[in-house]
């Protein structure tokens, strides 16, 4: 399925940020900072990635409801989709 742009602008922008969250991490590396301080860091990107990956699915979800109805969930596929973010 395709997305309208309009509905997936908040997850790019998180996931904008999270890139560049992820460069400050690899920039860290590269000039030597704690390793506990990189990890921090580097969790917090997993988790704002993570968060867009479930708003993304959600976002699919709800658009399928809107536009086809609750029968055209395909709930393997659904299940699939989650099961990739875990």
Known sequence: MQLDADDVKAVTTR???AHGHLASVIRMLEEGAEC???LT???AVNKAINRGGYALVATGLHQCLVEEGPDSVDTKKLEKLFLALA
Do not use: G, I, T
Request: avoid cysteine; proline fraction near 0%.
């Open 36 to 38: 506990e301080d990189a």
């Open 41 to 43: 860091q580097l969790a």
């Open 15 to 17: 996931l904008k940020r």
